[in-house]
């Protein structure tokens, strides 16, 4: 797995997990919830904040032809236009919400989609770009984003391998050297069944990338359970409460949920440590807790050992009881009182 870095953040291997907390629409078109929603991801625990650069005219068109009518799920019935006009984070704010980022020490980028946002964020100087599931497939787009020579996180949402490949090699072709693979499963909220962790290390050794998991399931096991099999960087999105509404609500974490979800990623980084065998630090004292050899009656000089004078007991402070075959039948060497561990200078 390669390194990428996103302002002072080296995400990789051996680094902490980078957790991005996705805004999208969840402002709900007020510049002081987006604001507050930088505060509380920095206050949860996130790495980073990110934002969605597009307009509804940038990304779609306005139009009533069945064709821009979603069907099922979350936004069944909507209008593309109309969704887009209701999620979209207007342009005017952007640069200010970076500088308020920037002053409180937390990283803010974003997904443009289309070339124009691209040219948008450039002037915002931001760190790093993501590209969304749906914009996989759009090889320009991407091929345009590599120039600018930053970091550059797509989801894989719906892809094939060969999807996947494309868009890696044009990345790559077009001269970014920093690319990182988020495992997602494009479906809103997304069933846990259907999210298949184990394509997260498959991702890090198929491309040799940083890989991770944008997650839009309800809860914070997925994301926790991610960091076993490798995900380094963790996308959740992020509202303030789920009860003001707004077309992310029902798959977004609140700020005490993501903190959850950041302390049990830290613990579960911690937990999953190296390979070890024997005993660790904390378990030095519990050694005494063993089973081991001991007199469990008196003993006599030059009495036999028997499975009713010697036993195997805990604590742990005499032979291991593997030897007691050996010491079984032999004669006591000296006088042993009850509750002696038995020892090697003890058998005759």
């Known amino acids: ?43 949860a625990g996130a790495d980073a904040v990110k ?27 909507e209008n593309l236009y109309n969704l887009y006009k209701k999620a979209y984070t207007p342009w005017e704010w952007q640069p200010k919400l970076k500088k308020i980022a920037d002053e409180l ?3 803010l980028f974003s997904t443009p989609f289309d070339k124009t946002a691209v040219d948008f964020l450039e002037e915002m100087n931001v760190p790093a770009y993501k590209v969304a599931s749906f914009e996989l497939v759009d090889l320009p787009l991407i091929e345009y984003i590599a120039t600018k020579g930053k970091p550059v996180i797509m989801s894989v949402g719906m892809a094939t391998l060969g999807e996947i490949e494309e868009a890696v090699n044009a990345a790559r072709n077009a001269g970014a050297e920093q690319i990182a693979l988020l495992k997602c499963t494009s479906a809103y909220p997304a069933p ?13 050794r198929a491309f040799d990338v940083v ?5 839009h399931t309800t809860g914070i096991a997925v994301p926790v359970a991610s960091v076993s099999l ?23 974490l609140e700020p005490a949920e993501f903190k959850a979800m950041a302390e049990a990623i830290r613990t579960a980084e911690k937990a999953i440590g190296k390979v ?22 008196d003993i006599k000089r030059g009495e036999i050992f028997t499975e009713d004078n010697v036993r195997s007991i805990r604590p742990g402070q005499g032979l291991p009881p593997k030897y007691i075959k050996k010491i079984l039948g ?16 003890m058998v005759g």
């Open 192 to 204: 846990p069944q259907e999210i298949n962790l184990k394509t997260i290390p498959h991702l890090a």
């Open 1 to 43: 797995m390669r390194e990428i870095r996103i302002g002072n953040s080296v995400i990789g291997k051996d680094s902490p997990v980078f957790l991005i907390a996705e805004m999208s629409a969840n402002h709900n078109q007020s510049f002081e919830d987006a604001v507050a929603i930088i505060r509380a991801a920095k206050e």
């Open 105 to 107: 020490g937390i990283i």
């Open 230 to 252: 490798g995900a380094k960087i963790i996308e959740k999105h992020f509202t303030l409460s789920r009860a003001r509404g707004g077309p992310d609500a029902a798959f977004s």
């Open 51 to 77: 934002l969605q650069t597009y307009t509804p005219d940038t990304i779609t068109i306005d139009s009533d032809k069945q064709y821009f009518r979603i069907k099922g799920g979350l936004w069944d019935g």
């Open 211 to 215: 890989a991770g998991l944008s997650d």
């Open 276 to 297: 070890h065998y024997g005993l660790t630090a904390a378990e030095e004292q519990g050694r005494s807790f063993r089973r081991s050899l001991f007199a469990v009656k």
């Open 330 to 345: 032999k004669k006591a060497a000296r006088d042993i009182e009850k509750g002696t561990p038995i020892d090697w200078d």
